[in-house]
């Protein structure tokens, strides 16, 4: 798989992720899938600004990874290799943080999904 690919394909598994915070952040009633599984059901409105981080994150992470494949030429020169392996580093500390969260649940559906993370820009990072 070359880089742009794996960095499309990054991006899109990130939309995913970031739909799942618009819709904690707008209320959906998934608590026990966040957080270690904390909150059943909706998130209190204070601990959804933790959802509402996350996306903002995510969506750096999105700009990153397709500015280190050249799929986002302008951001390119300011975004060095060191950008991509922070978000290798973040993504890896999500697989450790979901294999060991006491919610069976986010764990069946979040560890998959950052090992592919992983693996995804763990190959944009070291093109």
Do not use: D, H
């Amino acid at each position: 798989m070359s880089a742009e690919q794996a960095a499309g394909l990054f991006a899109l598994v990130c939309a995913g992720v970031c739909a799942f915070q618009v819709a904690l952040i707008l209320g959906a009633p998934w608590g026990e899938f966040t957080l270690g599984g904390r909150w059943r059901g909706r998130l209190p409105a204070r601990v959804r600004l933790i959802p509402a981080f996350s996306l903002l994150l995510l969506l750096g992470f999105i700009a990153i990874m397709l500015a280190r494949a050249g799929l986002l030429p302008g951001l390119a020169p300011e975004l060095g290799p060191g950008w991509a392996w922070g978000v290798v580093g973040y993504c890896a500390l999500g697989c450790v943080a979901n294999a060991a969260t006491p919610s069976p649940r986010e764990r069946k559906i979040w560890l998959p999904v950052l090992l592919g993370m992983t693996a995804l820009s763990l190959r944009v990072a070291t093109a």
